[in-house]
């Protein structure tokens, strides 16, 4: 692994980032482009996957 690889902590901090952003709770009538389109599902998969890097680099004892 590089020295510019991203380390577990901001994985973590960068993997909040979109779900906050897909758990925000709007009426219907307040959704927003992304919402419509269903991009909450993509959010929380990002979100996932960030996880998952981050506790893959933990394992590895970065």
Same mark, same amino acid.
């Given at each position: 692994?590089?020295?510019? /690889?991203?380390?577990?902590?901001?994985? @973590?901090?960068a993997a909040r980032l979109p779900t906050a952003r897909a758990s925000r709770p709007r009426s219907v009538d307040q959704r927003d482009g992304l919402e419509r389109l269903g991009a909450e599902r993509a959010l929380k998969q990002? /979100? =996932?996957?960030?996880? /998952?890097?981050?506790?893959?680099?933990? @394992? =590895?004892? @970065?």
């Open positions: 692994m590089t020295d510019s /690889a991203p380390d577990p902590v901001t994985l @973590r901090m990002l /979100a =996932k996957d960030l996880e /998952a890097t981050a506790d893959h680099l933990d @394992r =590895k004892g @970065r």
